[in-house]
């Protein structure tokens, strides 16, 4: 990874909506653990064994730090985000549209990174997305999960060093 800060531009309304969708996984991973059911909170800490009792042991000594892990990721994407994502209840379009400029230091990176690709794991999870062939990009359901997609993959690109 980058030791280098990167800059992010985002309207106010995406920093807004993006800090909503980070508050609700923050809220999903707090506390959470696999043997709720949950497939989406199992898609966050996938077995580490093909052997089931090995898994399940792996599973136990590790699920609570991943989770709190990502948790925290998610608490410093929050932090990064901060006034840019409040928008008053009466903000005039003008308003929702403005560029925000968030300079991101390499630890904050990393934590976008992971937070940005686990929402996206959550939503594969919840949408039904197993292999490409289950997206549809034609449906509005996918909306959120390919904006994600596209803010994942221009802060990898910005990590990488790519000008395009």
Excluded: C, K
């Amino acid at each position: 990874m980058s030791e280098q800060s990167v800059v992010l531009e985002l309207t106010r309304i995406e920093a807004a909506h993006l800090a909503g969708l980070v508050a609700q996984f923050a809220e999903l991973v707090d506390g959470a653990v696999v043997e709720t059911g949950d497939p989406a909170v199992a898609r966050l800490v996938p077995d580490a064994y093909d052997d089931a009792e090995s898994a399940a042991e792996f599973r136990r000594l590790t699920e609570a730090d991943l989770l709190d892990r990502r948790r925290d990721d998610a608490q410093a994407v929050l932090a990064s985000l901060g006034e840019t994502a409040v928008l008053p209840d009466d903000a005039p379009d003008s308003v929702l549209v403005e560029n925000a400029t968030i300079t991101l230091d390499p630890t904050a990176v990393g934590a976008w990174l992971r937070t940005l690709a686990a929402i996206r794991l959550v939503l594969a999870t919840r949408l039904g997305i197993a292999e490409a062939d289950d997206h549809h990009p034609d449906d509005p359901r996918f909306g959120i999960y390919d904006w994600l997609g596209y803010r994942l993959d221009g802060l990898v690109a910005a990590v990488a060093g790519d000008d395009d």
